[in-house]
């Protein structure tokens, strides 16, 4: 990859828009894009275009654009699971739900008014992701948001660990990108204890269930580590907080007595399935157990985590800034956070510049290098 990014891409016709709660993910971006283009001899402001989605008393909202966006290629960063972004409402304070910010994007789309020589939207936790698939007469939410972005003219979608990419079937001649954060995830890890990664005789990946193998399985291949499974029994026949209660997790894989294990999942929601691996793991004489999760929502709060740290059922968490957390995580000793902002930064770049990001999805050579450097360390 091109280390001089100026003298290959058109930067000045690109623009970042940062929808509400996604102010500071957005700045970063910018941050970094700017150091990209640092070279540049008449110099790159930001990239950042101003949006404005004022609300009346009632509720209603529209969107404003304060820049000119002709012929500019435009990229949009939505976290729709923001919930400390609100608004009032008939003198009250409303949180923004999920279908708020997805109706605040269409907004700005349709301020685009069809002005942009591109868009791109950059979802990283994707809207009604779980609502992927048609169990009984139920609604196809993920699906239908992805046509109805299409329609109204958005030409890629981008997003991070989607619960199931096979959604993106419902837009088969639309860009549609499942990025997943492996190598982030690594080298966080790597600065916390990197004798966890580097010592894959003892250290064992761990799917919370079945819909997480795909994931699990890439990193037991890139670091050559043991796998195992959890498998979730659920009675069927009652539904709690929209879903299936889990009866009893059996695992299926070798012994773990002495040895580090490292849960991955796309998500942390209540964490009440997590915490029940981490019981079982535990239970089973695990040495440690870290947990990578792309995204941590902790819906129920961080308690029940702070008296899992505290009675050593677990031992790290490391989720990624791309949604909300909450102000308190910052406090929890066990809590790790993995920026993701340069990243993002460098998939625009290349998209920006018309070039392949295959680099950027299958990130081997980035890993394989990563982890040569802390094996120099050690020696």
Not at 45 to 66: D, Y
Not at 72 to 93: A, E, L, S
Not at 273 to 295: C, H, P, Q, T, W
């Amino acid at each position: 990859m091109r280390e001089n990014p100026v003298q290959v891409y058109n930067l000045e016709k690109l623009g970042i828009i940062g929808m509400k709660g996604c102010e500071e993910l957005a700045q970063k971006i910018d941050a970094h894009l700017r150091k990209f283009s640092a070279n540049s001899e008449a110099g790159v402001g930001s990239f950042l275009i101003p949006v404005n989605c004022p609300r009346f008393g009632t509720g209603e909202a529209k969107a404003v654009v304060m820049h000119s966006v002709r012929t500019y290629d435009i990229y949009i960063i939505c976290d729709p699971f923001n919930y400390g972004v609100t608004y009032k409402m008939y003198g009250r304070d409303q949180a923004m739900s999920p279908d708020d910010h997805y109706q605040d994007l269409k907004r700005v789309i349709s301020a685009l008014g069809g002005k942009a020589k591109r868009i791109t939207v950059i979802m990283p936790m994707m809207y009604e992701g779980r609502q992927h698939k048609r169990v009984a007469r139920e609604s196809l939410d993920c699906a239908m948001m992805l046509q109805e972005l299409s329609n109204m003219g958005v030409d890629n979608f981008i997003t991070f660990d989607a619960h199931d990419s096979r959604v993106q079937n419902a837009i088969p001649l639309k860009g549609f990108e499942n990025v997943r954060p492996t190598y982030q995830m690594i080298k966080a890890c790597l600065k916390y204890k990197p004798e966890i990664i580097l010592d894959p005789n003892n250290t064992l990946i761990v799917s919370p269930d079945e819909g997480a193998m795909g994931r699990c399985m890439y990193y037991s291949s890139v670091l050559g580590m043991d796998l195992g499974m959890f498998y979730k029994r659920r009675d069927y026949s009652k539904i709690v907080n929209g879903k299936n209660p889990i009866v009893a997790h059996e695992f299926l894989g070798k012994d773990i007595s002495g040895k580090n294990v490292i849960v991955v999942d796309d998500m942390i929601a209540s964490g009440e399935s997590m915490l029940d691996v981490a019981r079982e793991l535990k239970g089973r004489n695990a040495k440690r157990v870290i947990v990578f999760s792309s995204f941590g929502l902790f819906t129920e709060g961080v308690d029940k985590f702070n008296e899992a740290y505290e009675n050593e059922l677990i031992d790290a968490v490391f989720t990624t800034n791309m949604v909300y957390r909450r102000p308190e995580l910052k406090d929890c000793k066990w809590y790790h956070e993995v920026d993701m902002s340069k990243f993002i930064g460098l998939i625009i770049r290349e998209i920006n510049g018309d070039k392949s990001i295959s680099e950027l999805l299958t990130p081997m050579d980035r890993i394989n290098k990563i982890l040569d450097k802390y094996k120099g360390k050690r020696k």
